[in-house]
């Protein structure tokens, strides 16, 4: 048998790789060799591990949603939480993922301060933002974590899921947001600050979020 090095294996940008049979030590292991500062994203899902690399239209589109839910958050009074791309698992369910940015809303009271999360304890984040999701395994790791709120973002347009009943089904409406069009809103600033630029396109979304809560 061939053994190869974590070092030896290079992802290119937009690629992932799979590996099968890896059990939980493997993939905990995996995990410390890979360490924290990274650029790579794992999703792992009843002993199979995806390494992906994100392009770095990814990685614009990801940061400007973040941006957005956070003046959605805002100038609703709404109190949160960031947790960025950490890693959350379980053992017990042999799932574990890292979302793009994921956000506790209803639940924040119970996690500030807390610098590591436990999924037997904590609960999962409410709101996890995901872009150009193509694999079976980062949705199964969601189903099984239980996330109740998951945002697609694949070719340039927003989708909502909501988890119901041990799967997602698609939603119009944010029950997060349930006064204002998210999907219409992020879809439009965030294709606006490709040729605007960020910050005019989060300034005019602000704007926009302030004038449907005034006529709400």
């Known amino acids: 048998m061939v053994m190869l090095q974590l070092r030896q294996i290079d992802v290119p940008p937009g690629q992932r790789v799979l590996f099968h049979d890896v059990g939980w030590r493997e993939f905990e292991a995996i995990l410390t060799e890979l360490g924290e500062k990274r650029a790579t994203r794992i999703a792992y899902s009843e002993n199979t591990l995806e390494i992906r690399m994100p392009l770095p239209e990814h990685e614009f ?3 400007i949603i973040g941006d957005m839910v956070k003046i959605l958050l805002d100038e609703l009074n709404i109190d949160r939480e960031c947790y960025g791309s950490a890693t959350f698992k379980r053992e017990d369910m042999l799932f574990g993922i890292e979302p793009d940015n994921c956000f506790y809303i209803q639940n924040q009271a119970l996690v500030i301060g807390k610098e590591r999360l436990d999924l037997k304890i904590d ?16 949705l199964s790791a969601y189903e099984a974590l239980k996330v109740p709120e998951l945002w697609c973002y694949v070719k340039r347009r927003l989708s909502i899921y909501l988890y119901r009943n041990g799967k997602y089904i698609e939603s119009e409406t944010s029950p997060t947001f349930s006064s204002i ?12 600050s490709r040729t605007t630029g960020t910050s005019p396109a989060l300034r005019a979304f602000r704007q926009w979020v302030r004038e449907h809560i005034k006529i709400d």
Request: overall charge negative; glycine content about 4%; aromatic content about 4%.
């Open 181 to 192: 069009s998210v999907i219409d809103g992020i879809s439009r600033f965030a294709e606006m």
């Open 61 to 63: 589109s990801k940061e």
């Open 123 to 138: 609960p999962p984040p409410d709101l996890v933002i995901e872009v150009d999701v193509t694999s079976k395994t980062q």
